[in-house]
């Protein structure tokens, strides 16, 4: 299982970042995906999960109205637009699935650096 992460990087507060997933070494079309972030100093927290269909997606209170997960799933790939970006939305940004053959695990991926500041 492979997870790269892309798109992060310096923004303004209410200014807009789409993050971008590739996925590989499992049947991605079958599984929830989700986002994760982690803080500096805090604890990693979900941020959204959308179901192998795509259908209705859940958000972290935080960040509801403000981004949204989507997924393609000809090109194994999922996405956060993450727009109203605030200081608080810091964090490095985690690509998850839980997946298993024979015993399921949480896959991450490396994390893509999400900086919101003036």
């Known amino acids: 299982v492979q997870l790269v992460e892309s798109g992060g990087g310096l923004v303004q507060p209410g200014g807009s970042l789409r993050l971008s997933c590739a996925a590989s070494?499992?049947?991605?079309?079958?599984?929830?995906m989700s986002w994760y972030r982690q803080a500096p100093g805090k604890e990693r927290e979900l941020v959204a999960t959308?179901?192998?269909?795509?259908?209705?997606?859940n958000y972290a209170d935080s960040v509801k109205g403000r981004f949204t997960i989507s997924r393609d799933n000809a090109k194994n790939t999922v996405y956060l637009q993450m727009n109203s970006l605030k200081p608080e939305d810091t964090a490095v940004y985690y690509c998850?699935?839980?997946?298993?053959?024979?015993?399921?695990?949480?896959?991450w991926g490396q994390g893509t650096q999400v900086t919101v500041s003036s």
């Open positions: 998850n699935v839980f997946y298993g053959s024979i015993r399921f695990r949480d896959y």
């Open positions: 959308i179901t192998s269909g795509g259908g209705t997606p």
């Open positions: 070494g499992f049947p991605f079309s079958s599984y929830a």
